[in-house]
């Protein structure tokens, strides 16, 4: 399997609400906009857009600061990147989109289909932030994972070894060891960018089920049962409770399309096939 679609992708960026956001684009067909976990990157969708962009456009974003895209001096949040997410589809002009999203890129697809209901047609939550609730606990480590960050922003020489530990739980089997190995290689780079993003998980805007349960569009939580950041225990309740919704759980840690791939492609297939076509 090729590590990238280097063959067939276009790479382009956009501007919108004051950042330059790198994208990749893949395949043909129905679009589906892809939105990254913090410190990862767009490149995390390759394989996947390789796979089944003969069924589908892929458009991955990188948030700022990570992959492509320059660092901007808002900081990383959940509700800024679905103002970034929203922006680039308005910019464009991207309708009937399955939102696919990672993390906070999960509570970002879930706040910018609530804001842009009239482009969105469905939802792929991987592994979502936004949907524990909050406790003292859950802030307390929030604000520990923000302080560690910050360490190694600022040159903690045990940083890239505990980064690396980290990541072997992150993303625990051997299907995601090329991923792992990239993003544990940039994570000095991307220490900053994953200390604000901790930050805004200990805010109270960081929880968003209310905003989940107001939206009228088909879901699909995609959860890998191996999380130890975002188990499924804690959120399987929601879900379960989410009118209409689809659940899909994996043998895979934070990123199912990344460590299980045949059995991610075969329930996102099933799903996008049984939603409303596309309008013309």
Known sequence: MP???????????????????????????????????????????????????????????????????????????????????????????????????????????????????????????????????????????CRHMARRFEKGASGDAGFPAWFGRYYQQVLPRPEAAWRREEIVAGGEKAAPVLAEAWRSFAEPAADIRPVLKGLRIPILFAWGLRDRILPWFLVRGLARRTPGARIALFDAGHTAFLETPEAFDAAFLDFAGGLPRPKT
């Not at 990238?4 to 589906?32: I, N, Q, W, Y």
């Not at 390759?46 to 948030?63: H, M, N, P, V």
């Not at 901007?72 to 002009?93: I, K, M, N, Q, T």
């Open 3 to 141: 590590e990238s679609c280097e063959d067939t992708v276009s790479r382009s960026s956009v501007s919108t609400l004051g950042a330059d956001l790198s994208l990749t684009r893949c395949g043909s067909g129905p679009p589906v906009v892809c939105l990254h976990a913090t410190g990862h990157g767009a490149r995390d969708f390759d394989r996947l857009a390789r796979r089944l962009g003969g069924d589908f456009t892929f458009i991955a974003l990188d948030w700022p600061g990570q992959g492509e895209s320059p660092r901007e001096a808002a900081p990383a949040s959940a509700d800024r990147y679905a103002e970034l997410a929203g922006g680039v589809l308005e910019a464009l002009d991207l309708k009937d989109v399955i939102l696919l999203g990672n993390s906070i890129g999960g509570a970002a697809a879930i706040l910018c289909a609530a804001n842009r209901p009239d482009r969105v047609r469905g939802l792929v939550l991987c592994n979502s932030g936004g949907l524990i609730p909050s406790n003292p606990f859950i802030r307390m480590f």
